[in-house]
């Protein structure tokens, strides 16, 4: 079976400071990870994701996210927070080593960004 | 442009009452899926779909029935047996034909708002 927590409902960060987005997860095999951004009332849109390689992955509108796999985490930052930014963040992961199998999604967390 | 279509954005339905949600999408993407979203739990995967004509169910299926006729479409019909249907539902899609397979991100529509009276 394979899982995800996002053990944070809320982060709050001041405009220009860091942000840090936590996520851990359970899987057999090698996880797939993505991180997606949902605004009230839309869809669901990709941030970035890790298959394999470097454990620093940089995606959309300057996040990152960095794969740590003694810790099985996949932590998503971003080093200047905008107010622009406040959103719901998904994490979810895949079983690589399953062949096919669907997305588990974390039940995310709010950041808030304040001016 | 290429996407995902739901229709319609909200509905309002009466106790007892089948209803019906849209997806299409012009990904040329093989496999869809329906995802229920309430406060706080995140995304519960409905029903998923690989393939024309064939679908599997996913972890909260009781209540709901798709289809899938058309590689463009997979509707869902919220049947009068859901007990809670109230909900924001979503549709995705993603290419698991691509040299990525199912590494490959899920593409999202902008999703359907159920409200039962």
């Known amino acids: 079976a394979q899982s995800v927590a996002q053990p944070e409902d809320q982060v709050n960060v001041a405009e220009g400071n860091p942000l840090t987005v936590k996520c851990t997860y359970s899987?057999?095999?090698?996880?797939?990870l993505f991180w997606y951004v949902q605004y009230p009332n839309r869809g669901l849109q990709f941030l970035l994701k890790?298959?394999?390689?470097?454990?620093l992955v940089k995606g959309s509108y300057g996040f990152e996210a960095e794969f740590n796999k003694s810790q099985t985490s996949f932590h998503l930052k971003k080093p200047s927070a905008l107010v622009s930014d406040s959103a719901l963040y998904f994490c979810?992961?895949?079983?690589?080593?399953?062949?096919?199998?669907?997305?588990?999604f974390g039940k995310g967390t709010m950041l808030l960004v304040s001016p | 442009d290429g996407g995902i279509t739901q229709s319609p954005k909200y509905l309002f339905r009466k106790e007892g009452q089948n209803v019906t949600l849209s997806c299409e999408q012009n990904?040329?993407?093989?496999?869809m899926y329906w995802y229920r979203q309430d406060p706080g739990q995140g995304l519960r995967l409905i029903y998923y779909?690989?393939?024309?004509?064939?679908?599997q169910k996913g972890d909260i299926a009781e209540g709901y029935s798709v289809s899938r006729e058309k590689k463009e479409s997979f509707p869902l019909t919220v049947t009068s047996a859901q007990k809670n249907p109230t909900a924001f539902y979503l549709c995705?899609?993603?290419?698991?034909?691509?040299?990525?397979?199912?590494?490959?991100?899920?593409?999202f529509g902008e999703g359907s708002r159920l409200t039962v009276l």
């Open positions: 995705a899609s993603t290419n698991t034909r691509t040299s990525g397979g199912v590494s490959g991100e899920l593409f």
């Open positions: 899987v057999s095999g090698n996880p797939y």
């Open positions: 890790y298959i394999t390689g470097d454990n």
């Open positions: 979810a992961v895949r079983d690589a080593r399953s062949g096919y199998s669907t997305l588990t």
């Open positions: 990904l040329n993407h093989d496999a």
């Open positions: 779909s690989q393939i024309v004509n064939d679908f």
